[in-house]
């Protein structure tokens, strides 16, 4: 067989096999943080609480995560993901969220068509004293107030 005929039959076979039915994978997916508030408290300070509270969104819906007044360490509580708890237990494909060493992660799992999808990301806003970290005498604020892109770095399908 000649070379231009086989390569005139790739694409032909390309389609017949099971490979080329394969749904494609999502690639328009980010995830949008907004009003980003952290407080982490000293944990030499009596009495002084933790919390966290921010806005995701995706191209298909908005939510709340939060973790609410807290004597725990911040980081401690939120070093895995955590599920943003306004979704509630009974979203086990919905956002949820970590932060660790000042770096917010975002994930999400979702279903469309047959596959079941879970992206993830992450961003290190480097915060810094005075432009968006605060630290007072019971504690550090970290802030952002406007929305920031973090892009999916990991999808995975199954």
Request: glycine share 6%; proline share 8%.
């Amino acid at each position: 067989m000649r070379l231009n005929t086989v390569l005139a039959l790739i694409p032909t076979m390309t389609l017949a096999s099971p490979l080329g039915l394969r749904q494609a994978a999502p690639t328009n997916v980010t995830f949008t943080v907004t009003d980003f508030k952290a407080f982490m408290a000293d944990p030499n300070i009596e009495g002084v609480q933790s919390n966290l509270t921010f806005h995701v969104t995706d191209s298909r819906e908005q939510v709340d995560c939060v973790i609410p007044p807290t004597y725990f360490w911040l980081y401690a509580i939120t070093a895995l993901y955590e599920y943003c708890p306004s979704q509630g237990p009974e979203r086990p494909n919905g956002f949820s969220f970590t932060f660790q060493d000042g770096s917010v992660g975002v994930r999400r799992g979702w279903v469309e068509g047959n596959k079941t999808y879970t992206a993830s990301g992450s961003l290190n806003p480097y915060w810094a004293e005075g432009v968006n970290k605060t630290t007072t005498p019971t504690g550090t604020w970290v802030t952002r107030s406007e929305p920031w892109t973090i892009p999916v770095t990991r999808l995975t399908s199954a």
